[in-house]
């Protein structure tokens, strides 16, 4: 027979309000039964990380400090440090007047540019495409088409094939031959996918009744609501047209048509001077090289310090929606 008393205790025996047992380590310790992460910080703990996050901040902000007080430096300064200037003894631009005066840097940097803003814009376009049409589940060999941009993900066709595919249709020692290659990412298709999935029915449902196509729904419905995660990818591929080096290694032959990572290998890798006032500068000594491969560093590296803190705040939305719904 069952009693009041007893339909206040749990299947264990224990009264609801009282707290579970304890296990024979946490009754050694004297610690209550309790997620981790609900546990007040210690001091030590706190140490720890405090400790933790100083080491990986200087860890990244030391060499960017090196890098920009080398290339504000004058040849006095960088021969009696030796090379890299830990700690600025006199502070001159002559290292970026001669690169923004005009000539291979200056044109270089024109260069990274118009790639990074064509080459993102027709990635995006391609990827958002593709990621819409795949994350409708009715459209045409949905999944076959998925399965195969799945496999390009783990099966390459090589170097080689890829490159006398690029040179066979023509696009050597083109613009393209930068863009082409590699415009798609497999990866950020199936985020965005993710991320269009999940996008509620109902207002899609509601649009085709008002009698709304596939362009419209894409264009006033799903990409409004997806500018996080427009942002997100839209920063990877720029920072990735902005950094590309190697295929302007195979493709492109004439300089001219050098991205500034290009110009930036040949400084660093191959201690190339560009010809011009810049190379007849650092030979009479008036500029040191090695404060024009800093500056040049700093050059390619501002773009990108830039624009990431205004997508920051689209990461964790972005990205972790996208990655789990998919």
Known sequence: MTTSLDLD????????DSPPARTPLQRLLGTEQRPVWEDEPTRTGLAFKGFGLFAICAVILVPIWVVVVTSLSDT????????????????????????????????????SIGLTVVGTVFSMVISILCAYGLSRRDSIAHRPLLMTLMATMFFGAGLIPTYLLVTGIGLSNSYWSMILPSAISVFNILVLRGFFMDTAPELID??????????????????????????VISLFYAVGYWSQWFNAMLYI??????????????????????????????SSGQINSLAVQMAVMVLALI???????????????GMLTGAVKG
């Open 253 to 282: 032959q004439d300089s001219d048509k050098y991205p500034l990572q290009m110009i930036l290998r040949q400084l660093v890798l191959q201690h190339q001077v560009p010809p011009g006032a810049m190379g007849a500068a650092v």
């Open 303 to 317: 773009p990108v310090a830039v624009l990431s803190p205004f997508v920051q705040k689209h990461f964790q939305k």
């Open 76 to 111: 006095k300064a960088i021969n009696d440090a030796g090379g890299l200037v830990v700690w600025p003894k006199t502070i001159t631009f002559v290292a970026y007047k001669e690169l923004l005066s005009g000539g291979a840097v200056t044109r270089a940097a024109t260069v």
């Open 9 to 16: 205790k749990t299947p264990g025996g224990w009264p609801v």
């Open 206 to 231: 509601a649009a085709r009744i008002d009698g709304a196509g596939e362009w419209r729904i894409l264009l006033q419905i799903v990409m409004p609501l997806s500018r996080a995660v427009v942002a």
